[in-house]
């Protein structure tokens, strides 16, 4: 088992506050609880959690700790969308992979994986879609949609299609996401998980694409966005509009698939 340096620093500056966490709390529905620790940074928190898991190190002091975190702190560390984005595309891999760890037949269910709300964040159940969807893509349809509206996103960034890892084979690999390097982040791990699945076939005038794209095409302004956002990323060519033919997704359980 191999450890980055980088990996272990981050490691060490977590230990000193994931220790910290004792107390229980709960969520009122008007107000976010105010009276449980919670730790110093939580961007350097969630990269760790994520650095622990990846290295099969024990992780139960970091779901301790985001059982029992301070919401109103929370929220207000993560005060740009940058900061945002960053924790909770690290807190939901990191979700995913500790259900995967836990309860890998839960994955045969992919409803009960994805839906069902036993995910604890500072006294409030959660599911992972609540994260996905309700925090990121800004749905109202979730199971806590009081949790989701105090931290949402807002606006939609069609690039955490690429960053989000379901568990699956044809999940995007798991990186750690920063706030200062978001930008560059995201557009290395849409890049490279375009130019692995998605193809241009010139002579059928045809672009085969992840099933992905089928399902999250709203967030591209359906598929006549789907076709210009390839374009961006020069999978298909500047004044051609080709025929789009979805490939199926490989839904085959792949765990621990980091970058």
């Not at 800004?138 to 199971?143: E, G, I, P, Q, Y």
Request: charged share 25%.
């Amino acid at each position: 088992m191999k450890i980055s340096i980088s990996s272990i620093l981050i490691s060490v500056l977590s230990i000193s506050f994931v220790l910290l966490s004792s107390q229980q709390c709960t969520q009122s529905e008007k107000e976010l609880d105010e009276s449980n620790i919670y730790p110093s940074n939580a961007i350097d928190f969630s990269q760790s959690m994520l650095v622990y898991i990846k290295s099969e190190l024990p992780y139960q002091s970091y779901s301790d700790t985001l059982r029992e975190i301070n919401l109103k702190k929370l929220k207000s560390e993560l005060n740009s969308p940058e900061k945002k984005l960053a924790f909770w595309l690290n807190i939901y891999n990191s979700l995913v992979q500790i259900r995967l760890a836990e309860n890998p037949k839960l994955f045969e269910d992919k409803h009960a994986f994805f839906k069902t709300n036993d995910l604890i964040i500072g006294g409030a159940k959660l599911s992972l879609d609540d994260i996905e969807n309700g925090i990121l893509r800004l749905k109202t349809d979730v199971s806590n949609p009081f949790f989701t509206q105090q931290f949402r996103l807002d606006s939609i960034e069609n690039r955490i299609h690429f960053t989000l890892n379901c568990g699956a084979t044809s999940c995007p690999a798991i990186a750690y996401y920063n706030p200062k390097e978001l930008n560059n982040q995201l557009e290395e791990a849409t890049q490279f998980y375009v130019e692995n699945n998605c193809e241009y076939k010139a002579g059928q005038n045809e672009v085969m694409i992840s099933e992905l794209f089928s399902w999250f095409k709203d967030d591209f302004n359906g598929e006549d966005g789907v076709i210009e956002f390839l374009k961006q990323y020069k999978i298909i060519p500047e004044g051609y509009y080709p025929k789009i033919i979805y490939k199926k997704y490989d839904w085959g359980i792949k765990p621990v698939n980091f970058n």
